[in-house]
């Protein structure tokens, strides 16, 4: 644990927090494929990442109140009931850190600011990073293994009840292995949560494998939008792959967008549907757009389901995506979990 001079810290973090949206702008304005790591997949870009630490200082759980300006960096946690938790924190790094083996979450944040995790293993844990009622938080460039929830856990990320501007879900690599993984739900998560006009909350370029096997909770989905509510959300080129019941959805909320996504999964036992979108939040929904995705899908009977409405409104753009796609389990390379 390093704690850094005041002044110096909240200009580290600022500089962070202003880098992360503007390297997504200048991507979405070219709309090109931008992926989490230096390997090549079926699609033909690349994007290089850094690589986690080889090194790390072996150190207790932590929780950390009311505590402003810090560097959690290049810590190996394992055990205890959250292997890093923050209440009430602002302006914090959490970075280069190799967390797991929790009966609880990876990293939990509660209520707290300007949160940036960066370049961290989190592994066998119940969900990886849950954050409840924050504000800035950027979630980038890690790496997930083995959710083991149960519901309403088993998240590779979940946002619950955050909102405002700077909030982001980016260049992720997740991975859920039948068998290992003992209850994993949602990959990704917005539950309640709204980002603003011109800054929405962004999942953008992650990669996910693997996901739910067993229907404890219901059908979950790769990643989950608009859950019971929520606004100004973006789901953009991620790679979601044999994700459990659903690829990608939208379940209610307003001003939401999920577009250029690659879709596939292989007949599984509770595999079901490509995109799935719906209003199940009991409040009014709309101005959803869903749009340009490649999407294929097959049902645990063999028969390919790739786009379902059910019972709502058409969104904008439900044309332009493309079923019977031409793309399969390589859309991700063998490997994806490089770190340890």
């Known amino acids: 644990m390093k704690n850094l001079n005041s002044s110096r810290a909240a200009g580290v973090i600022k500089l962070l927090m202003m880098l992360a949206p503007l390297a997504f702008i200048t991507s979405c304005q070219r709309d090109a494929q931008v992926l989490p790591s230096s390997s090549t997949n079926a699609i033909g870009s690349t994007f290089t990442s850094k690589s986690l630490a080889t090194a790390y200082t072996v150190s207790a759980p932590i929780s950390y109140y009311n505590k402003s300006n810090i560097t959690i960096s290049g810590l190996s946690i394992t055990g205890g009931s959250n292997c890093i938790a923050l209440y009430n924190c602002t302006n914090v790094i959490i970075t280069n850190c190799s967390v797991g083996n929790s009966s609880g979450f990876g990293i939990m944040l509660n209520n707290c600011k300007n949160i940036y995790v960066q370049n961290c293993f989190i592994t066998n844990v119940k969900s990886g990073v849950h954050v409840y009622q924050g504000s800035g938080i950027a979630v980038n460039s890690n790496q997930f293994l083995n959710m083991n929830g149960p519901f309403p856990d088993g998240c590779f990320v979940q946002f619950a009840s955050v909102t405002g501007g700077g909030n982001r879900i980016m260049y992720n690599r997740c991975e859920n292995v039948v068998g290992i993984a003992q209850h994993p739900q949602d990959g990704i998560s917005l539950y309640k949560s709204s980002g603003i006009q011109g800054d929405s909350i962004m999942i953008y370029g992650n990669w996910l494998r693997g996901g739910q096997v067993q229907f404890d909770s219901g059908g979950a989905a790769g990643i ?117």
């Open 224 to 340: 989950v939008l608009g859950d019971l509510g929520g606004s100004y959300q973006v789901a953009r080129q991620n790679y979601v792959l044999n994700s459990g019941y659903v690829g990608m959805q939208v379940v209610g909320g307003s001003n939401i967008k999920m577009d250029h996504n690659f879709i596939y999964s292989s007949s599984t036992p509770v595999s079901n549907t490509g995109i799935n979108c719906g209003n199940y939040s009991g409040a009014s929904s709309y101005n959803i757009n869903i749009s340009y995705n490649q999407v294929k899908w097959y049902q645990k009977t063999g028969a390919e389901w790739d786009l379902w409405l059910d019972n709502v409104a058409t969104p904008t753009g439900w044309s332009t995506n493309i079923q019977k796609a031409n793309i399969s389990a390589s859309i991700l390379p063998a490997t994806i979990i490089t770190m340890q």
